[in-house]
């Protein structure tokens, strides 16, 4: 009886049920998870350099948008071209993504003699831009707001050259194709930034003033 009683009690203290819940990983657990862990880690970093790359892409266009809204708030904002001129003019920005250009080159200018584009020496360049990614300007595109790139762009609505010039009051908005050698009067314009790999990011100005990068 007292044998019996021993025993009962050695069956329900507490040592003897923690070591009766006490488990652990196996072997083959601890290799699958390792497995599995060394496969997602592969994954992510076989992604990271084109996950980089669309993000430098974004960065660039986010960039070059900036520079058209700087250019906008200008033609709000600055006096006088010189003091005593009585001369108050719009300022663009510009680009040449031609072969007589530089599709890695943009630039702001002051428009000085008020013809609503980018004229040698006439205008005043106030910021020289380099896009320092790999990134690069592929050209523009009028009117066609859906196109995703320049290639589903309509020939005729093409363009390398382009000029964006703000003018006061308002301000007004004008588009000058500089293939062309003429002013557009479509309500919008859409400048594709492209990477090597063939991403592509898209910059959408309207005549309303609104700028968008999508």
């Not at 025993?7 to 923690?18: K, V, W």
Request: aromatic share 10%; proline share 3%.
């Amino acid at each position: 009886m007292k044998n019996n009683k021993i025993n009962f009690l050695r069956r329900f203290t507490p040592l003897n049920s923690c070591k009766a819940n006490l488990t652990g990983f196996t072997v083959v657990e601890v290799l699958i998870t390792m497995g599995v862990f060394a496969l997602v880690s592969s994954m992510v970093l076989a992604n990271y350099p084109k996950f980089s790359e669309r993000l430098t892409l974004e960065q660039t266009a986010q960039k070059i948008a900036l520079s058209f809204r700087e250019a906008k708030i200008l033609s709000l904002t600055v006096g006088e071209s010189e003091i005593g001129t009585r001369i108050f003019p719009g300022y663009g920005v510009h680009f040449d993504a031609g072969e007589s250009g530089n599709n890695k080159r943009y630039l702001i200018f002051s428009d000085l003699n008020a013809d609503k584009k980018y004229a040698e020496p006439d205008d005043g360049e106030k910021d020289i831009f380099g896009i320092q990614s790999s990134a690069f300007i592929s050209g523009a595109c009028f009117g066609e707001e859906d196109a995703g790139s320049l290639s589903e762009c309509q020939s005729y609505n093409q363009t390398k050259i382009l000029d964006i010039v703000f003018t006061r009051p308002k301000p007004s908005i004008d588009f000058y194709d500089g293939e062309r050698s003429q002013w557009r009067g479509e309500q919008n314009v859409g400048i594709f930034i492209v990477n090597p790999e063939g991403d592509i990011k898209k910059i959408i100005i309207w005549k309303t003033g609104q700028i968008m990068v999508e």
